[in-house]
Nanobody, 127 residues
Framework: QVQLVESGGGLVQAGGSLRLSCVVS????????MGWFRQAPGKEREFVAV????????YYADSVKGRFTISRDNAKNTVFLQMNSLKPEDTALYYC????????????????????WGQGTQVTVSS
């Protein structure tokens, strides 16, 4: 019943920006931590960013620190990933996900922590 739908991906040249969105339905969005992950061809799915249910805790992968910003609008059941200064290395299928437990006091970069996933949105950065 829980569904996540990503959007906002596309083709952009190096140095450009994109904003990804993920709309969640089927659960009380504000009670759960949200994360963004990505997977490039031939690579394992990797952590990108996470924001806690109360928006107090935020954590980024080293590869995107200073360039990406995660945020959420609980009134709209939506989590965002603002991506600036994009590099070809950022090319991947980007997924949003939500945790299994509500009101979590900690944040996690592990895929096993997340119970529900979207279908992904493709981001391609050209040189």
């Amino acid at each position: 019943q829980v569904q996540l739908v990503e959007s906002g991906g596309g083709l952009v040249q190096a140095g450009g920006s994109l904003r990804l969105s993920c709309v969640v339905s089927g659960r009380t969005f504000s009670e759960y931590t949200m994360g963004w992950f990505r997977q490039a061809p031939g690579k394992e799915r990797e952590f990108v960013a996470v924001i806690s249910w109360n928006r107090i805790s935020i954590y980024y992968a080293d590869s995107v620190k200073g360039r990406f910003t995660i945020s959420r609008d609980n009134a709209k059941n939506t989590v965002f990933l603002q991506m600036n200064s994009l590099k070809p290395e950022d090319t991947a299928l980007y997924y949003c996900a939500t945790t299994r437990t509500m009101y979590s006091s900690t944040i996690s970069t592990s895929t096993s922590t997340y119970a529900y996933w979207g279908q992904g949105t493709q981001v391609t950065v050209s040189s």
